[in-house]
Each structure stands twice: as structure tokens, then as C-alpha cells.
């Protein structure tokens, strides 16, 4: 039993790695060319937003609208820090990400400590706030570049990086919503009044759920910043963080394979309909519409994509064929 409880595992590494191989062999034979790998590299980047997105509002409940500003805060760090530190690329690159992790991480426990003791559309407009603080702040400090932006970023985001950072982002935060942590922010999502009633620490998981999703948030946006190579504060805007959102309502509030698969769909569909440029946004819009209105708890709800499950109907369905015959 115990071996059988792993095979979904091993087989889902496996799958992983054949697409990364796969996909890595495409890009070095420039059958997927720069353009298409940079759209790749924000796939993974969009993954690691969304993911990190739906741990503060699909799990925690809490409606963020500020995930952007803590993307911002991690770019510009973690920029400034591989452009000023004096260290070696390969040694820069993964501590200016960390660099700008903790710093988002920081700017969660500020924001957070007040915000989450508000509730609904008071804490989504508190984040919004928030937001937009930070972009007039970065236009403001000379020292991040103000209106003209950050240049002079190296290029140093890889396909490799960021494939691995979005699976490692995933595991940590799969993991973490199927520990007792994970069940105690479920449990203040559900109902907190009785969360707190059961002696569980509603404020510490709260801040901590909001911390975690800021964290992978500024390693996100770490990654942006060196795959550019220019920053500009325009581009972290209430817009942004309304996308994000989009898709973790779009793959369900609480499902993290319904947030990969909706940051894959949401950033390939605008450059597919790229050919339709006149009616782009139009038909982009209007697909948004009809799976909201046809699916409104998002693609996968609350549930999760199962390898287990698929893996026990196929057992159930072999199992009465051999009955029947």
C-alpha cells in the first residue's frame, strides 16, 4: 500500500521533468524561438503569481488586490541588488531573488498587520491602496529610476530558473495547505468565528498565509525584472493585480492546479489571438464572460487535479471489463 501511495508521485516528477527536457531541447534547437520561450518564461512567471495569489484569497478567503505592489517590491530589489551588490552573476542572481522575496515578504507583514483585521471590500480597497503607495513611491525615489524606470537590469532569468522556482513554488505551497497549517487557514476561511472557538490563532494564519503569498510574490517579481532587463511602475498597476486575480477566479478560488492552468490559458490566449489584433481584447473579453457565467465557481472549483483518482478510475473501469467478460 505504502509503495502504491507514492506511484501518482513519482509519475507526476516524472511528467515534469519529460516537459522540462522537452521543452529545453525545443528551446536550445530554436524550434520554440526567443519570442515563444519569453512567453514561456512569463507562463511560469504568471504561475508563481497566481499560486501565491490563491493562498491569500482561494484558501485564506481574503479578497488582495494589491499582489502587484508586493511583484513591484520584489522586482526593484532584487534588481537593485544584482546591479550594485559587486558579486558574481551566479552568485548575485539567486540572492538578489531571496533579497527580493524578503523584502516583498517585510512589506506583507507591514501591510498585513493592519489590513487583516478587516474583512471584504474594506481589505480589498486597504491592498489597493497599498498598491498604489508603493508604484507613487517608486516613481518618486530617485534611486529606482522614478517615471523613466530601472535600466540596466542583466538578463539573467533562464527558462531553467524559472521553471524550477514554479515548481518549487507550487510544492511548497501544495504542501503547506495539506499540513495543519494549511487546514487552520481553510478552517478561518470556512468560518472563523468557529476557527477561533477550535483555538486556532486566526491572526497568526492570517498574517502568515498573507506573508507566504507576498514572498513567492517577490521572487516573482524578481524574475521579471532580470528576464526585461526594464522596470517601469506603470506596468505594476491596479490593472495587474486585477489580471492576477482574474486568474485565480478563473481556475477556482482553492484549487492550485486550477490556478496553473488558468495562468497557462490567460497568458497564451491574447498572444494567440494576436492575429484578430483589431478584435483581440473583444474576443478575450467575451471568453472570460462565458466561463464565468457557464462556470462561475472557475474552471476546477475548489477541487484539484488528481492523478490518484484518475489513476483509481482507470483501476475501476479495467477491474469491470475483466467482470463482464
Known sequence: MKQKKWIPNVIILVLVLALYILLSVLISANIINPYYS??????????????SLNLATGFLGQ????????????????????????LPT???????????????????????????????????????????IIRVLILAMPFTGGAAGLSGIPLLTTFTYVFIIAIITVAVIFAFIHSRHGRAVIAIREDEIAAEAAGIHTTYYKLLAFVLAAFFAGIAGGLYAHHIGVLDPSKFDFNYSVEILIMVVLGGMGSI??????????????ELLRGFSEYRMLIYSVILICVMLFKPSGLLGQHELSLTKILNKFRGKKAETKKEA
Open 90 to 132: 551566479v552568485v548575485s542572481f539567486p540572492l538578489a531573488l531571496l533579497v527580493g522575496g524578503i523584502v516583498a515578504a517585510a512589506f506583507g507583514v507591514i501591510i498585513g498587520v493592519p489590513a487583516l483585521r478587516l474583512k471584504g471590500d474594506y481589505l480589498a480597497i486597504l491592498t489597493l491602496g497599498f498598491g498604489e
Open 63 to 86: 479578497l488582495v488586490l494589491g499582489h502587484a505592489g508586493f511583484m513591484s517590491v520584489g522586482a526593484y530589489s532584487a534588481a537593485l541588488f544584482t546591479m550594485y551588490s559587486g
Open 38 to 51: 519569453g512567453i514561456l518564461t512569463m507562463v511560469c512567471i504568471n504561475v508563481i503569481l497566481a499560486v
Open 257 to 270: 492546479t486550477g490556478s496553473i492552468v488558468a495562468a497557462i490559458v490567460l497568458t497564451l490566449l491574447p
